[in-house]
């Protein structure tokens, strides 16, 4: 038997239902990996054909195809490389299941499929796949070759191979103790995990003790990029080894495709594996798969990967790479020619701009300029390259004026404040940016309707609400024009926080194809741009600009958030509560799943309890619910967003919630019966 194995995995960028397009993904990473002389490959979840396809995985005729595409490409792998690769599978009788094949030259040895299928957070999986139940195993014909399918563990020369297939390894039953009664050497997860923050670290937790408990190399991968339009997949990976990582990606890339490989001992786990057993015992033998493959010849002064360290996670900056690199994926998917904004000088439309800007500057330092240019072209922008220019300088003179279009839409009530800092912003990042005034074509719809009631015209006492949003709807109809007549893609300015409570206005600032902070708490933008302020974003593959900061950022961080549509002084907090507050409200009935009673009991036990009132806090509690319950119509029609937090206010993908109902009115009382009894 090998003492020792090369495993690679593999984070690619794919596309739902281009099965073309992510064959050729897949193609260019085998070949990387050869180079790197892998032994084993591991790719991502449902990686064929990507895995936001929705309701086409009930498609049989479609996905009744695609073992084909399994057998094009195992027809094309080297001879001295196994290879695993996600797809969806349909059997007879219409069922489907998520499953993954062990693929080598013209072969295709066996299909694992996934026991436990995703159903909480963004995840709908048992809508379209059915569970593999433990222990089951049939064969059946794929692409003219009879294979064995189900909960197998493949055996190869002596060495055995299991996986466990994402949503897996996050449950307490997971399949890796079966797989650890059966002696596997390499566990491997294919994945398609969608980013959030803080999910990284419980991920590294499960590989780590996954190699540890089951004494075998863990190997984990996932996809990368915005796939579908929503979920952002960071591309993490890693390799574990007695317990400890040896291999750790960066996360985020903006490369179609990322490889990385290690060299590990199997004999050293084995021997853990021995030394922690219990009982001596012959193997368990079900499900076991002998595969007909010779490893390559092993390389005896080849050495191990070492064990690596593991940076925690700096929430700011992977929020910025994730909402980018989404913002990347949609330019180039869409093949439009960037981005239009209504900058308004606050603090959500600047974070929209900025990350922009910063996405194509790392997709430059990332994809280079040969590349990043033809890019560009595909949305018909046609830049030269750079040359001897700055790469700063060539981003902000010959790029962003194509590729981000600005417009300042000022109304009676706006300040000079906020004019200058969007004009200001807009100047530094090198975006083509306008200004003008809505407040005539506001006066002329006012005109149009005090002309129906003459004698009895609007007044701020008696149409507050009415007179704001006039104004706000009113600057959308010039910013879908620009955005038209300039092949882009407009966004909406909305945050996580808004959204939830509806502090918006419909056609108004949520007018847009992508809000990209939709999924960003306002607290933590507020957050982020102080952080880009004072210290830069940083940057990857780029040993000369280690982070990119904006000056200009000091005017907008400088300001109380301000809808400026009232002709007093107007604060957003002042119509809300503080965004704190409101952000632990929202989080704790998101994540938790409690009654209002439940969210006032948390926020009891923590710091806000000791900065304001009992009665302050169940008068804020009482005013999210009520915006909250009377407003699900407004979250069902916000644009696209990036799932970014813990939680999200999207209906289509997280948060369920009836558009009419009771008002929640038993369960605040409940909550106020309770607090009046402390």
Known sequence: M????????????????????????????????????????????LVLTGYGCEDMFFSADWVAGIPAYLSQLAETLPPSMMVAVGFPLLITGGQV??????????????????????????????????????????????????VPVGDIVFEVEGIRLGFEICEDSWVASRPGRSLYERQVDVIMNPSASHFALGKQKIRRQFVCEGSR????????????????GRAVYDGDAMIASNGELVMSSDRLSFAP?????????????????????????????????????????EDYHRELSPQTTFADEDPHAAACRAIALGLWDWQRKTYTSGYALSLSGGADSALCGTLVWFAQVQAVLTLGEEAYCQTLAQGRINVALRGDKPLLAWIHDDVMPHVLTTVYQGSAHSGNVTRSAAAGLS??????????????LVAGYLKLVNDLTPGDPMTWERDDLALQ?????????????????????????SNLSEASVGYCTM????????????????????????YIMEQGIPLQDSPDLPRLALAAMEAIVNQAPTAELRPVEQTDEADLMPYPVMDAIRRINQTQNVTPKGVLQVLLRGEYAQMYSKEQLVAWIKRYFGLYCRNQWKRERIAASFHIEADSADPKTYRRFPILANQLKRELAEMEAFARQL
């Open 257 to 297: 495709w990322r490889v990385q490989s290690a060299t590990v001992d199997i004999g050293l786990n084995r021997s853990q594996r021995m030394i922690s057993s219990q009982r001596l015992q012959p193997a368990e033998q079900r499900g076991i798969v002998i595969v007909p493959f010779d490893w390559q010849e």
């Open 97 to 146: 299941f998520n499953a993954v094949a062990l693929l080598s030259q013209y072969q295709i040895h066996g299909v694992v499929c996934k026991q436990h299928l995703a159903r909480n957070g963004i995840h709908y999986e048992p809508r379209w796949f059915t569970p593999w139940p433990a222990g089951e195993v049939m064969t059946l014909e794929l692409a003219g070759q009879h």
């Open 507 to 530: 056609d108004g600032d949520t007018s847009g194809v992508l809000s990209p902070i939709g999924g960003v708490s306002k607290s933590r933008v507020l957050q982020i741009n102080r």
């Open 2 to 45: 090998r003492q020792t194995l090369t495993i690679a995995t593999a984070s690619i960028n794919t596309t739902p239902l281009d099965l073309d397009g992510n064959l050729a993904l897949i193609r260019a990473a085998v070949a990387e990996a050869e180079q790197q002389q892998a032994d084993v490959l591991l790719l991502p979840e």
């Open 213 to 228: 408990a089951y004494g075998a190399v863990y190997v984990y991968t996932n996809l990368l990029g915005c796939e579908a």
């Open 427 to 440: 100047d530094e990042m090198g975006a083509l940016h306008y200004d003008w005034s809505i407040a005539e």
């Open 469 to 493: 949003n006039i104004q706000a709807r009113v600057r959308s109809p010039g910013i879908w024009l620009i955005a038209n007549r300039q092949n882009k893609l407009l966004m909406a300015t």
